[in-house]
């Protein structure tokens, strides 16, 4: 077992269970607490909180209940931005990780609610978690209009809109905006946090917004690669409704030429680093070359 | 004129052309600055700006740019509150202070995300005016699932739903949570940011508590009251949608008996500040008394 799958086996129960327990304890309504639940705890990968805890490992941070907050934290915003995503004015999904999409199972105005809930939800356990007020400005920022809302807005405005399907920096900003932004805060939150030099800062974050880029061209690829099944989603689906990405602009081929490029800068970020576990993350985009 | 008048004419400018200015140079994509902007500069009292403001004119604390960042921070999170409450899914208005609602001006992808976009900027301006994570933990315990967001579920909740249309206890905390705990965080903000004692602290919440209480009152009876044109908006619709408030619980004479009491009670809370400002916000009840 690599050390990132014995960090990986440790710490994803550790975040679940808290999770679970958090939700349920510190939301006073039992029925927004449970619709809340419904989409956290739906089978996630717990990428960004694993990204967050294995950053404060490289950088010697012992793991304890305030970094689990934080954690926690960063996996209520993007369940958030999930739900969202989801709504029939925007993606219109029926389907996420296998199962109906929370405006599906409780209803739209459920959904948006469940969503605002999450969000402001998040950046408090981030908060309380790291009493610092510059972690609240990475994440802030990060999730704002010029990190993930305005890359979601992006995406909405070029759907079918045939003038930037060819246009690879406007599709490079909108992937990196929808994605690679929470993976950057998670990541330059540790190193803001656990005191990193300047040196190791730099490295990480570099690391960050390559392992965040990968991470988008891996994602359209899956929607390509796996039947929908294995996904939990509906695949096949961006081609199918004008959406565009690197996958469209690409190909398959050069999508994946891309990608290892992308795990090669990425390692070459870490090689000065005590990046055992981190190093790890890369092996996560093997399913799809 | 009335020292809140005073205070109130020459701050409400400083916040307007802060909102104005920060909204074009903070938010990179003109686009999505611009569908902000249109809820945000729609015409707002800046009760919750001006609010928070007072507190600190109350304890002698000098207001600079910083200041005037957390306050219009309040005013970003109030906007994204009133955008999302607007929509189909949830009370589905057409007009808000005379214009078009978000939805209806830009479409229903659009205002959901501009309401996302403005909550995290909200919070981040906070964050970063006051370099404080105890701020940051008090707003974002008043909007989520405990507060603002919570308060919003139960409307939606209740409405048409007979068996809490005489529910005092269930109103009283719905109306508490919709616009009760906004208005309490603008003024604990302020204490904990001006560095109150503990006895000043225990009244200005006292006095924003009973202030929210009173608030949501006041605007019941301005739905009944005025007409839909001095409203800007479309009045006498919560009655027609099965909406339970304090109004249809209790009616209109009992409903302004119950402000009454509430002014008074806010009054006695202010006795020994140094408060000739915050006295005059409960002015602004008088034109439904």
Redesign the interface.
């Given at each position: 077992m690599s050390a990132f799958e014995y960090f990986q086996e440790n710490w994803t129960p550790v975040i679940n269970d808290f999770l679970e327990k958090l939700l349920k304890d510190?939301?006073?309504?039992h029925?927004?607490?449970q619709i809340?639940a419904y989409s956290v705890m739906a089978g996630g990968k717990r990428l960004r909180p694993l990204l967050f805890l294995s950053t404060l490992n490289t950088l010697g941070k012992k793991i304890d209940e305030s970094e689990i907050r934080i954690a926690c934290g960063i996996e209520l915003i993007h369940t958030y931005s999930l739900i969202?995503d989801d709504?029939p004015?925007?993606d219109n999904d029926d389907y996420r990780r296998g199962k109906l999409t929370s405006h599906k199972k409780w209803?739209?105005?459920?959904a948006?609610?469940a969503?605002?809930?999450l969000?402001?939800?998040g950046?408090?356990w981030i908060?309380?978690g790291?009493?610092?007020?510059e972690l609240?400005?990475i994440?802030?920022?990060a999730?704002?209009?010029?990190g993930m809302?305005?890359g979601?807005?992006?995406d909405?405005?070029s759907t079918n809109n045939s003038s930037v399907s060819n246009d690879d920096k406007f599709i490079n900003r909108m992937e990196w905006l929808k994605t690679g932004c929470l993976i950057e805060a998670s990541v330059e939150m540790a190193a803001v946090y656990a005191k990193a030099s300047d040196i190791e800062k730099v490295k990480l974050v570099d690391f960050s917004r390559v392992f965040g880029r990968a991470y988008q061209i891996y994602d359209d690829l899956v929607d390509i690669v796996e039947t929908s099944e294995e996904a939990g989603k509906a695949t096949h689906k961006d081609e199918e409704e004008g959406k565009n990405n690197t996958l469209t602009l690409l190909g398959i081929d050069k999508s994946r030429q891309k990608l290892k490029e992308l795990i090669n800068e990425a390692k070459d970020d870490l090689k000065d680093l005590n990046s055992e576990v981190l190093l790890g993350f890369l092996d996560l985009y093997k399913k799809v070359l």
């Open positions: 510190e939301v006073d309504d029925k927004i607490s809340m969202h709504l004015a925007m209803g739209e105005a459920e948006i609610l969503g605002d809930a969000l402001p939800m950046i408090q908060a309380e790291s009493q610092s007020a609240v400005s994440i802030t920022r999730v704002g209009p010029n809302v305005g979601q807005y992006l909405i405005d």
